[in-house]
């Protein structure tokens, strides 16, 4: 008699997901440099694919690779933006803020096709960006608003027109790469449908 046929591990190459994704990076340079060449008063500011990307390549990627699409993602820009302005100033902690994306988008969205679970995810992540990168600010006093609660205050409302940018840009990317990722999926590639995936590792591990 035949032994019972072992249930196959779950596959790790995602093409289509690693296009998306690359995809993602792709909008990163396009934007810095189209960004650059248009009037100030008509440049979008703080609009970025990076927070969207780092939730998607997490979520369906796994953790570190969607670490490492965000650290690329970053380093890109900034050699964009450098190239086309000779300023660069780096800023270490944005590798850290832009890194907890990755990690809600893998803790939240990784088993997951809801279009308003992503949007939600992607608002709630960016507030928390907002109210955390800007009370680092303040601690750091980049600019001197003083320490007081006045200065913590104003601080946020100096940030708030730069904030609705990088509002619309985590919204609309990680809508678009998610979105883009469920409709592709189910059309031509159902190996890397979120249903599927869930089932093969549910089948392979014997719970959940």
Not at 45 to 70: D, E, Q
Not at 84 to 106: C, Q
């Amino acid at each position: 008699m035949d032994s019972p046929k072992q249930p196959s591990a779950p596959s790790h190459f995602k093409p289509m997901t690693l296009a998306l994704a690359g995809f993602g990076l792709a909008l990163v340079a396009v934007l810095t440099v189209a960004f650059q060449q248009l009037p100030v008063e008509y440049r979008v500011w703080n609009v970025s694919v990076i927070g969207g990307l780092a939730l998607f390549a997490a979520a369906r990627l796994g953790f570190w690779p969607g670490v490492a699409f965000t650290a690329a993602a970053i380093a890109l820009k900034d050699v964009c933006y450098y190239r086309l302005t000779d300023w660069w100033e780096p800023y270490p902690l944005s590798w850290a803020y832009f890194s907890v994306y990755a990690l809600v988008g893998w803790v939240l969205l990784r088993r997951s096709a809801s279009a308003g679970r992503v949007a939600v995810t992607a608002l709630g992540v960016s507030l928390g960006f907002f109210v955390v990168s800007n009370f680092v600010s303040w601690l750091e006093q980049a600019l001197p608003y003083g320490y007081s609660f006045e200065g913590l205050v104003n601080c946020y409302a100096a940030a708030v027109p730069f904030y609705r940018g990088t509002f619309l840009g985590d919204l609309m990317f990680s809508v678009g790469l998610f979105g883009a990722h469920a409709v592709l999926s189910r059309a031509y590639f159902p190996a890397e449908r979120v249903s599927a995936a869930t089932k093969e590792v549910r089948d392979t591990e014997g719970h959940w």
